[in-house]
């Protein structure tokens, strides 16, 4: 299995603030990486798949990076509405999996 | 507009059995493969099952297999989830979710249900 290694689990930041999070995938997986905001109570929500691809309806600010190993989702100037947990996950190959997540706190 | 509703969540004893619905509408369910992810209280999200758009391709997450069954009917635009030997640790919010559209299938989920909740306790 691919395990997927999330850090940090918790940050908080300012509005307007810059924030990166990042994503360890524990063998290759190419760009087949997504990323999901969720915030309580709710479903998740996609923003980012093929590592780097915007998904439709999601802020500019939202952006993603990385190949092979190592990526990052970075939210160039943090909204209010941004407060969640995101989480990343392998598309790369069965079994399926999801980072553990880390929650952007308000500062 | 895509809505995926699922249903039939609830309490049940271990060693029990429970099955799961969820109606889609708003988009060609027979062109889409669809998933089941589930999120335990307080946790991560943790993907179970996967079915192709014409069931020829199903794959589940070890912590399942042999005990949960993925389907779909095509006719009615519904995907389903049998739950059977249920433990404890399979008490979460389920989540049906729908693969990204294209061709081969790369699973990214763009379209996620509400979420039922399935409580295993004596």
């Known amino acids: 299995d691919i395990q997927m290694t999330q850090s940090p689990s918790s940050v908080s930041a300012s509005v307007g603030d810059r924030v990166t999070i990042t994503c360890r995938a524990s063998?290759?997986?190419?760009?087949?990486l997504a990323w999901y905001q969720q915030k309580p109570g709710k479903a998740p929500k996609l923003l980012i798949y093929?590592?780097?691809s915007l998904q439709s309806g999601v802020p500019s600010r939202f952006s993603g990076s990385g190949s092979g190993t190592d990526f990052t989702l970075t939210i160039s100037s943090l909204q209010p509405e941004d407060f969640a947990t995101y989480y990343c996950?392998?598309?790369?190959?069965?079994?399926?999996?999801f980072g553990g997540g880390t929650k952007v706190e308000i500062k | 507009e895509v809505q995926l509703v699922e249903s039939g969540g609830g309490l049940v004893k271990p060693g029990g059995s429970l099955r799961l619905s969820c109606a889609a509408s708003g988009f060609t369910f027979s062109s889409y493969s669809m998933n089941w992810v589930r999120q335990a209280p307080g946790k991560g999200l943790e993907w179970v099952s996967s079915?192709?758009?014409?069931?020829?391709?199903?794959y589940y997450a070890d912590s399942v297999k042999g005990r949960f069954t993925i389907s779909r009917d095509n006719a009615k635009n519904s995907l389903y989830l049998q739950m059977n030997s249920l433990r404890a640790e399979d008490t979460a919010v389920y989540y049906c979710a729908r693969t990204q559209g294209g061709y081969p299938p790369i699973y990214y989920f763009d379209y996620w249900g509400q979420g039922t909740l399935v409580t295993v306790s004596s």
């Open positions: 063998q290759g997986i190419s760009s087949w």
């Open positions: 093929a590592a780097s």
């Open positions: 996950q392998q598309a790369n190959s069965f079994l399926l999996t």
């Open positions: 079915i192709s758009s014409s069931s020829s391709y199903i």
